[in-house]
């Protein structure tokens, strides 16, 4: 069903606004401009954050990026760089940069239940001399993402507490769902689940940098 079959939808910045009431005046204050010790803190405690990203055509992208604590770098109170690790070559985040550089944040940190928002513009670079104190088991990133800083605010832990992120008690067992080989073998039919389960497996264990 297309959106405009639906009834009651909201498609007007002005009827959206109506319809939801204004702005807490602490939600409207609490967005800086810069990042603050609480928000560099928070950084430097941050295993994992989702990068969101638009391309020229408005075509939306999330990716999950993760490593040690700390693996952002806060460069100064407007920008972060953020080192890549090797992957599928994909690149969908980094075609979307080079196309349309407005990029969004979202870090987490395991028992935390709030959240650190950053807003900005991005750029990507290749030179060694930025990249060379980022290696990680003797292996430099291929590139790494610079962010302007644009906005930056904590997020409150409703979502996370909704969700129960961090309780063990709502982990599911693993044998629940199928490996991610059986899924990519599914999808593909190309080889066996077996086969592609093996891939990942060496993956894990030889090319996570």
Not at 17 to 37: C, M, N, Q, W
Not at 154 to 166: D, E, P
Not at 185 to 193: L, M, S, Y
């Amino acid at each position: 069903m297309d959106s405009h079959d639906l009834p009651a939808t909201l498609t007007d910045c002005d009827r959206l606004r109506e319809h939801y009431g204004p702005i807490s005046g602490l939600a409207e204050k609490k967005v800086l401009t810069f990042l603050d010790p609480h928000a560099r803190s928070f950084i430097a405690l941050s295993p994992f954050h989702v990068l969101a990203t638009a391309g020229g055509d408005g075509t939306a992208d999330a990716s999950p990026r993760g490593d040690a604590p700390g693996f952002v770098k806060v460069l100064d109170d407007r920008r972060l760089l953020v080192p890549d690790r090797i992957g599928n070559n994909r690149v969908d985040s980094f075609r979307n940069i080079v196309a349309h550089p407005g990029v969004g944040l979202l870090f987490f940190v395991p028992g935390v239940d709030e959240t650190l928002r950053v807003n900005g513009r991005a750029s990507l670079t290749t030179d060694a001399a930025v990249l060379a104190p980022h290696a990680v088991q003797g292996k430099t990133p291929r590139a790494a993402m610079l962010v302007e800083v644009d906005e930056v605010f904590f997020h409150c832990g409703k979502a996370l507490k909704r969700s129960r992120l961090w309780s063990p008690e709502v982990q599911i067992e693993r044998s629940s769902f199928p490996t991610l080989g059986r899924i990519i073998a599914d999808q593909t039919r190309v080889g066996t689940a077996e086969e592609a389960d093996q891939r990942l497996e060496e993956s894990y264990r030889t090319r996570l940098y």
